[in-house]
């Protein structure tokens, strides 16, 4: 029955971060012994896979078109979705650049930089916050910031700066900033630049 399946659908994606967390942390605690720091790379490609996965159970296609239509709204928006990644990430990494002179860490830090953004814009924004549309404003960001803060605990498993508490101010940060830029200008366009900048 369509009918009921679109009444699933929806409780299925609010819960979803859930299984995101919880299958993240598994994957990524099984591959550190056999890939060591290079296991971001297959947790990477799952993670992707996974969040697709809802990704289209949200619409898809549709979905992705009507989350880039052109932002509307003040231009101060673009200043907080792109200025505050830049100021946060360009003294990590200025002193670290030539890390990129390596063909195997450019290839894939472009191919994360592009591809991670709009995959997460999609779904912890445009997925998570239309699907919870109906809740209290302060409370559907509240929902989707705490959880892609906590999705990125994955990364202490396999580096030690990502252990301390201090390591989640960032994502907490920029997912405010990224969750009300979405909700102020009805569109991904910003978030997924300031994205791409702060990757």
Not at 3 to 10: E, N
Not at 50 to 68: E, P, R, T, Y
């Amino acid at each position: 029955d369509t009918s009921m399946s679109s009444r699933l659908r929806q409780p299925l994606i609010i819960l979803s971060p859930l299984a995101v967390l919880v299958l993240g942390q598994l994957t990524i605690r099984l591959l550190v012994p056999i890939w060591g720091t290079w296991s971001w790379l297959p947790f990477w490609l799952f993670y992707i896979l996974l969040l697709g996965f809802f990704i289209g159970l949200n619409g898809g296609a549709k979905s992705i078109h009507s989350w880039l239509v052109p932002s509307r709204g003040h231009w101060l928006w673009a200043v907080l979705a792109c200025g505050i990644p830049v100021a946060m990430t360009l003294p990590i990494f200025l002193p670290n650049w030539k890390l990129l002179l390596s063909p195997q860490v450019l290839l894939s830090t472009f191919v994360f930089v592009v591809l991670n953004p709009l995959v997460e814009e999609f779904y912890w924004r445009g997925t998570l916050l239309d699907a919870t549309k109906t809740w209290q404003s302060w409370l559907s960001v509240a929902y989707t910031v705490l959880t892609f803060a906590l999705h990125h605990l994955w990364i202490g498993v396999i580096a030690a700066a990502g252990r301390h508490p201090a390591a989640l101010a960032g994502p907490i940060l920029m997912g405010t900033v990224w969750a009300l830029t979405y909700k102020a200008t009805g569109s991904l366009r910003l978030p997924i630049a300031g994205h791409i900048l702060a990757n």
